[in-house]
């Protein structure tokens, strides 16, 4: 198994959207060529659970599983998967080539672009996840961004046992394993691989690289206290 592999980060069998994966390539690769191809043969292109007034679907299809709940003010831009029982809060946005596997949620003022969520992933309060992929039951805490692009506008590369990997992409955020936990506000800088079950605190800023599984990622600060009569005194 390679080290990068969508295996190393996901169960990846069960899983509906499996052909996403190519075996023994790096999980990111998914995020480029293959999901727009698998997208590109979606024949089911229809709504089985119901889009009420204000959910607003522009651009490329969509399909929406049955079970699911989408409630007003979210905006749908396609080509879109949506799978059985997610759920979908008002003023999310999701566009263009998202894949959600089943009992997926966005929470409300989310953004999704170009990202793959396996069953059960949550990024329930005011995320961005932008061409990531979040393993099963991932959950992101509040706030938490998962940032796509570098400044310089290069491709997204990370160091890993001494050499500099190169990804091929230069939009990629982050691949999070399976049970992964964010803490509120929590930034992953592009390049960011998570191996299943690992955990930040909260206010923490992830540099590009490799997380092995079970990684619990600390943030220490200073605090001080000081009465606020001796403030008014001074």
Request: aromatic share 8%; with cysteine; proline share 6%.
């Amino acid at each position: 198994m390679s080290t990068f592999s969508a295996e190393t980060f996901f169960a990846v069998a069960g899983f509906e959207h499996a052909a996403l994966f190519r075996p023994e390539r790096p999980g990111w690769e998914a995020l480029g060529e293959p999901l727009g191809a698998y997208l590109a043969a979606w024949e089911r292109w229809e709504a089985s659970s119901p889009l009420p007034a204000g959910v607003h679907v522009l651009g490329g299809p969509i399909f929406v599983g049955p079970g699911c709940r989408i409630e007003p003010g979210v905006v749908l831009r396609g080509p879109m998967i949506v799978g059985e029982g997610c759920e979908i809060r008002t003023g999310a946005y999701l566009r263009g080539r998202v894949v959600l596997g089943k009992g997926c949620v966005v929470g409300a003022h989310t953004e999704v672009k170009t990202a793959i969520l396996l069953d059960g992933a949550r990024a329930p309060h005011q995320a961005y996840v932008g061409d990531s992929i979040l393993g099963r039951d991932v959950n992101l805490g509040a706030g938490t961004i998962l940032s796509n692009v570098k400044n310089v506008g290069r491709e997204v590369t990370f160091q890993h046992a001494g050499e500099t990997v190169r990804t091929g992409l230069r939009k990629f955020g982050a691949v999070l394993g399976d049970g992964c936990r964010t803490g509120c506000n929590t930034v992953l800088n592009p390049g960011v691989l998570m191996g299943p079950g690992c955990v930040t605190y909260t206010n923490v800023s992830l540099r590009s690289g490799y997380y092995p599984a079970g990684t619990l990622i600390k943030l220490r600060q200073v605090q001080q206290q000081v009465l606020l009569d001796k403030l008014v005194s001074r």
